[in-house]
C-alpha cells in the first residue's frame, strides 16, 4: 500500500511540475513571438519613412522644374525656394582602394584547408584528424604568412 501511495505522489507532483513548465515556456514562447513581430512592425515603420522622404524629395524636384530645361532623361534639382523640411541627401562617400588579405590571412586559410584535408587522410579518425589539421595548418600558414608580409615590410621600408 505504501508503495502504490509513493508511485501515486510521484507521478502526481511530475504531472504538476511538467504542467507549470509547459505553461512557462508557452509563455516565452508566445513574448518571443510578440518581440520579433514588435520589431518587424518597427523595421516595416522605418522602411515606410524612408519611402515617403524619397518621395517628398521625388515630388519636391518635380515642382522645381522648368518647362524649357525638362527633358525626358533629365533630372532637376529640387528647388530652393519650396518650404520643404525633407533633409538634403548625404553626399556619396569617396571610392576606397579595396585593400586584399594579408599574407598571414591568406596563409591560415590555406594552412587549414590543407591540414584538415591531410589530418583526414592520415588518421583513422577521420574528423578528429581533420579537426586537428586544421589547427596545425592553420597556425603553420599563419606563421609562414607573417613572416612573409614581415618581409614585405621591411623590403618597403628600405625602399
Do not use: R
Request: net charge positive.
Amino acid at each position: 500500500m505504501k508503495q502504490i501511495v509513493l508511485a501515486l505522489a510521484t507521478v502526481v507532483t511530475l504531472f504538476s511540475c511538467s504542467n507549470n513548465n509547459s505553461s512557462d515556456t508557452a509563455a516565452a514562447v508566445e513574448k518571443a513571438k510578440k518581440e520579433t513581430i514588435d520589431s518587424i512592425n518597427a523595421i516595416n515603420v522605418a522602411k515606410q519613412q524612408v519611402i515617403d522622404s524619397m518621395n517628398a524629395v521625388k515630388h519636391s524636384a518635380h515642382k522645381g522644374k522648368t518647362m524649357e530645361a525638362a527633358t525626358p532623361n533629365s533630372y532637376a534639382a529640387p528647388s530652393t525656394a519650396a518650404a520643404d523640411n525633407t533633409p538634403a541627401p548625404a553626399p556619396a562617400p569617396a571610392a576606397k582602394k579595396k585593400k586584399g588579405w594579408s599574407h598571414t590571412a591568406k596563409g591560415a586559410v590555406v594552412g587549414a584547408g590543407a591540414g584538415a584535408i591531410t589530418g583526414a587522410i592520415i588518421n583513422p579518425d577521420h574528423v578528429k584528424g581533420a579537426a586537428i589539421g586544421t589547427i596545425i595548418g592553420a597556425g603553420v600558414g599563419a606563421g609562414t604568412g607573417a613572416i612573409v608580409d614581415h618581409a614585405k615590410k621591411k623590403k618597403a621600408a628600405n625602399q
